[in-house]
């Protein structure tokens, strides 16, 4: 299966890869997370990353894709979910290409659709646990009364500010991705406001109307 889900930052695609790859046996592909991962490290490289995103805008083409060609080679380029990637036309087409060239193409594009109101609620509530990087919502799942409040953070890009500049960004730059994989006829749109459980259910009704599911 080589799937792929889009939508705006807070959609909630995150949320269901993790339910999504346990249950069809998929590895996920999340350049945002590959990112995260190396800006945690702080090395010379982390930094140019994390500059990017305290600005809230988006990393360089050519460094996504090389974090994701990295990754998408460690699996064979296959059974896998794309998490937010790609994230501009530049991306997809190349994407295209290195698929292709290892005859393994998408399959399936799911669209996740959330207003803007939504996705400044779920953003700005949101805390991430220093060490585990578990997320938290302080409305709906605040941390465990036993955590040390120390260890709860904010992630810089989720502060309000910033999360409009990556909507704008977002509107700009990584929407267009969807015409170009409707043009190609991969995209399918399905809401992305409702409980975990119903967008999943959602998914798989797209997966199984697309015959997906047959030749995970």
């Known amino acids: 299966m080589r799937?792929?889900?889009?939508?705006?930052?807070?959609?909630?695609?995150?949320?269901?890869?993790?339910?999504?790859?346990?249950?069809?046996?998929?590895?996920?592909?999340?350049?945002?997370?590959?990112?995260?991962?190396?800006?945690?490290?702080?090395?010379?490289?982390?930094?140019?990353?994390?500059?990017?995103?305290?600005?809230?805008?988006?990393?360089?083409?050519?460094?996504v894709q090389k974090l994701a060609e990295d990754r998408l080679r460690e699996y064979d380029f296959n059974n896998f979910i794309l998490d937010g990637f790609p994230r501009t036309v530049v991306q997809a087409v190349w994407l295209r290409e290195l698929l292709e060239t290892n005859?393994?193409?998408?399959?399936?594009?799911?669209?996740?659709?959330?207003?803007?109101?939504?996705?400044?609620?779920?953003?700005?509530?949101?805390?991430?646990?220093?060490?585990?990087?578990e997320p938290y919502h302080l409305t709906l799942r605040p941390p465990p009364?036993?955590?040390?409040?120390?260890?709860?953070?904010?992630?810089?890009?989720?502060?309000?500010?910033?999360?409009?500049?990556?909507?704008?960004t977002y509107r700009k730059m990584t929407r267009p991705v969807a015409d170009f994989y409707q043009k190609s006829g991969l995209l399918t749109e399905i809401s992305g406001d409702g409980t975990s459980t119903e967008i999943r259910n959602q998914i798989i009704k797209v997966l199984e109307s697309r015959s997906v599911l047959q030749v995970a």
């Open 103 to 133: 005859k393994a193409p998408i399959q399936v594009v799911i669209s996740m659709a959330v207003p803007d109101e939504i996705i400044i609620e779920r953003l700005s509530q949101r805390r991430i646990h220093k060490i585990t990087c």
């Open 145 to 168: 009364a036993d955590i040390d409040p120390d260890l709860i953070v904010q992630r810089s890009d989720d502060r309000i500010e910033a999360i409009k500049v990556r909507l704008d």
């Open 3 to 63: 799937i792929a889900l889009f939508g705006p930052p807070g959609a909630g695609k995150g949320t269901q890869t993790a339910l999504l790859e346990p249950m069809f046996g998929l590895q996920s592909v999340s350049t945002g997370n590959l990112i995260r991962s190396a800006v945690h490290d702080d090395s010379p490289f982390g930094r140019e990353l994390g500059a990017y995103i305290e600005d809230g805008g988006l990393v360089p083409d050519e460094i």
